[in-house]
């Protein structure tokens, strides 16, 4: 089995940056791209500078093309396991193939946990989002619903108050526990919240006009957020030993690295803010730093 000098877990935009910038200091790549990138479901990238207009499917694709043109491959597998073997790891997807790399970077992501209300997927990515700050700017001044019912709601309704006053908490037949204090901001920022449950959204063309709720009332919204919950991907790092912060996400330096000697750890999986920008910075943050572990041609430890 021929060894790769880097794999990358995980095809998102910190994979996949990583992946450009490593090929273009001519180390050997594998991608593994294990699913849909996060951001496949945005009708449009927003506050991504020089990405006006396009898609996430379109960013992402154009994003593969630049690694591929200069060599990286990308592998249609995920990974279900990693462990090193002296100075390499072996990769072993969950339908049996198993790879050899020197070097390994875990872009591995999170998982969302998504709304159970009929026409969910009608509207995501193009009227329902889960990030303000991409796509709050979008829907200033508008009605906007916020389904949620997990602790994160009321500093999640809080920040959404930076864009728009017309906020209402949809819990969806859930009854949150609220301290006094936490109904009396709610009070306070104007912002109702109602415990029926939703039996689906409402719109066209990827337009949401209201949320239906079972007794027949309807919500008229122009858009909406979900806050539910999300988990970091962390399978593989907790297979080789990597350390995780309080906050389950993998504990990396400010050159990526873990705790693990040969791997990195760059993305959405490390809880930095969850944005395209920072994924793709962290990458090319990881790639310089995993082109640095490398000694030079001759055998010299790479300059700084």
Not at 37 to 48: I, K, M, P, T
Not at 58 to 81: F, L, P
Not at 113 to 136: E, K, L
Not at 182 to 189: C, G, P, S, T
Request: net charge negative.
């Amino acid at each position: 089995m021929a060894t790769t000098d880097v794999g990358i877990v995980g095809a998102g935009f910190a994979g996949l940056a990583a992946a450009l910038t490593l090929r273009r200091h001519r180390h050997s790549v594998l991608l593994f791209n294990g699913g849909p990138c996060r951001n496949s479901w945005a009708s449009e990238v927003h506050g991504y500078l020089g990405a006006r207009g396009l898609s996430g499917a379109e960013m992402w694709r154009t994003a593969c093309e630049q690694a591929q043109e200069v060599g990286a491959e990308i592998v249609q597998a995920s990974i279900a396991e990693a462990r090193q073997e002296g100075d390499e790891f072996l990769l072993k997807a969950a339908q049996g193939p198993e790879w050899r790399v020197r070097r390994l970077l875990l872009a591995t992501g999170v998982r969302d946990s998504y709304p159970d209300i009929d026409n969910f997927f009608d509207f995501y990515g193009r009227s329902v989002h889960n990030c303000p700050h991409c796509d709050a700017y979008e829907v200033r001044d508008k009605p906007v619903a916020l389904v949620s019912w997990s602790e994160a709601m009321l500093p999640f309704a809080t920040k959404l108050t930076q864009w728009t006053r017309e906020l209402t908490v949809v819990t969806d037949g859930r009854s949150p526990e609220l301290s006094p204090a936490e109904r009396a901001k709610l009070d306070e920022l104007g912002i109702p919240v109602l415990t029926q449950t939703v039996r689906c959204f409402e719109g066209a063309d990827g337009q949401l006009s209201g949320l239906r709720f079972v007794d027949g009332s309807l919500l008229l919204v122009q858009a909406a957020f979900f806050n539910i919950a999300h988990e970091f991907e962390t399978t593989l790092a907790q297979q080789l030993g990597c350390a995780l912060t309080e906050g389950e996400c993998i504990q990396q330096d400010e050159h990526m690295r873990t705790t693990v000697e040969g791997v990195w750890a760059a993305g959405d999986v490390t809880g930095e803010e969850q944005l395209v920008a920072v994924a793709a910075a962290q990458g090319v943050k990881a790639g310089i730093d995993i082109y640095r572990s490398f000694p030079t041609p001759d055998g010299e430890p790479t300059p700084e």
